[in-house]
């Protein structure tokens, strides 16, 4: 049953300020509204919790790529679009820019935002595997200061963060490596578009002159657990070993141990594990050249 409307208030931020005010004053009443592609088809569906939501789309303080020395910052308000077609981000966090082309389509990605992705807490997210491979840190802000936290354990279990509710995130930012490392992404849906994933998996490795061993590797994967996972133990069964069908056989059972991916509507546990593990593969082949 659709929603009804008079049951929802809604009001305009005028600055980051007055935003910041209206969370704190009455911390849990508010919700921040960005692109609303989440919100409203929640509302459309008639499962948007009644209440109070604060339009914060209008925040210049959220918006806009800036690169420094150091890092690349997303605002918050970023929207896909902004972030598929920049530069910087294409030439050295290309793993973002390529769930950003995945994510929906082009309405969605002209409206929807990267805080509104991270915030919402989907397991089945795209951007948030290829923040946790870039190492990326994200801005909170309340009237109270603001903080800086790695997005790896910024989720703590299914929709639950380390985020206040009289917090916003302001900005996401990626540290810039010098090193070069082989990027590789990939998302299974059911379509090409419009498709949530059943797997979602972004890892980066650099690989040893001339050689078959990784210096290096990260990977992360989405659709998999209840919340966007960093393979730690994965990661260390492939550095510094020979990347013979032994090791990689071994590595993507730990690979296997460290997910797990459940039966939903729009898929099933054997199915994403079986895929997962051939991605998984898929990426030591490409990134080592076997
Ligand atoms: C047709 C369709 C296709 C989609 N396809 C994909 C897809 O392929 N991949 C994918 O990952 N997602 C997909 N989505 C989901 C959605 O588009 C994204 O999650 C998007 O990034 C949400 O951003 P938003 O600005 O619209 O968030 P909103 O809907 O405005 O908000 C989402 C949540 O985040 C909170 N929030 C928003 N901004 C902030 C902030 N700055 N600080 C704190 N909290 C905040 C809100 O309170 C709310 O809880 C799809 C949605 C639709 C409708």
């Not at 910024?154 to 990027?183: G, T």
């Not at 032994?246 to 997910?259: G, M, S, T």
Request: charged share 25%.
């Amino acid at each position: 049953m659709r929603a009804y409307l008079p049951d929802y208030q809604a009001r305009s931020a005028k600055d980051l300020k007055d935003a910041l005010k209206v969370l704190s004053g009455e911390p849990g009443l508010w919700k921040p509204l960005a692109g609303a592609t989440d919100l409203m088809v929640l509302f459309a569906a008639g499962k948007l919790p009644r209440g109070r939501y604060l339009n914060i789309r209008g925040l210049k303080e959220l918006r806009g790529i800036g690169v420094t020395k150091d890092f690349v910052s997303l605002g918050a308000l970023t929207t896909y679009t902004e972030i598929r077609g920049h530069s910087v981000l294409m030439k050295e966090f290309p793993n973002l820019c390529a769930a950003a082309r995945e994510t929906g389509a082009i309405a969605i990605q002209n409206r929807g935002t990267i805080g509104g992705n991270i915030a919402n807490a989907s397991p089945a997210a795209d951007s948030p595997p290829a923040l946790l491979v870039y190492d990326a840190e994200i801005e909170l802000v309340s009237s109270k200061g603001a903080r800086w936290v790695p997005y790896a354990g910024f989720h703590l279990a299914y929709k639950k963060m380390v985020m206040r509710p009289d917090e916003l995130i302001r900005a996401v930012r990626l540290p810039r490596r010098a090193e070069k490392f082989a990027h590789f992404y990939r998302k299974i849906g059911t379509r090409r578009a419009q498709a949530i994933s059943k797997v979602c998996f972004s890892g980066k490795a650099r690989l040893e002159k001339n050689g078959r061993r990784f210096l290096d590797a990260r990977i992360a994967v989405g659709s998999v657990a209840p919340i966007p996972l960093r393979c730690l133990r994965t990661e260390a069964a492939i550095v510094s070993r020979d990347l013979d069908a032994r090791v990689i056989a071994n590595a993507r059972k730990i690979f296997l141990q460290e997910i797990s991916p459940i039966d939903d509507i729009r898929s099933t546990r054997d199915y994403r594990a079986a895929v997962a593990g051939n991605v998984f593969e898929q990426f030591i082949q490409e990134t080592a050249g076997l």
